[in-house]
């Protein structure tokens, strides 16, 4: 039982958060949020397992045009942090209104998100009311789409600055000097008195090793990904 004299959730079946949200409204909305979240098993000894980052990436239906910028709050029947992670259908609502001199008011907004997470062991359901900014051309606004969630905890952003210092970054530096020493190989060709063949031949080797074969290495991913999201959306409507 929640007492809300002596706690705040003991059986520790929500997650809250804070944080910014940027919109744009014109043929389609897009939405991106980044939100600080923690849950109820947040303690002293596991914090930077159960505190992280939320980001979220929403695209859906309006029926305003115009722009905005939020501070939003979030709260959710999650149980841990990363149960916000997947892919969601959003429903949300927005009013207008003015603060200030009558001559040069500054106009605001209020709004409530609603998302029911599609996909996943757990179905969520979070709530994300947010106040700020608006630069919108009607005073209300209803939205709907789907949203993809990111969870990234303190002790995983550590391991992921960790990685990319000891790993991708030298990578990439290898990577680079690679592509040059290619790129310096190629414009030699072209620019030497190799037989024409040859010459046309330099830059389709190069285009085929650095886009072509990376690009297909990546297609049965993304294609995978597309199918899973069919899938989530098939099962909950």
Known sequence: ?????????????LCYGVGLSL?????LQLNGQIIMVWDDKLNFRNWKDHIGFLAIEAVGIVTNLGVSMETVTLWSNAELIHDLEGFGLTFG???????GPQKAPIPFQGSLLLTKSIGGDRRTTTISPGVGFSFEILGVDVAAGISLSHVQSVREAEANINYLATDVLPKAVKYTRAFST???ATLETIGSN????QKIQAPVNSFEKWVILP????????IKAVGQLLTDLTDAL
Not at 93 to 99: D, E, K, R, V
Not at 194 to 197: D, F, G, H, I, S
């Open 1 to 13: 039982m929640n007492n809300p004299l002596r706690y705040i959730d003991p059986s520790g079946s």
């Open 23 to 27: 919109t744009e409204s014109m043929a």
């Open 93 to 99: 609502a927005s009013i207008g209104f003015n603060l």
């Open 182 to 184: 290619d790129l310096a």
């Open 194 to 197: 190799a037989p024409l063949e």
């Open 215 to 222: 690009f297909t290495r990546r297609v049965p991913g993304w």
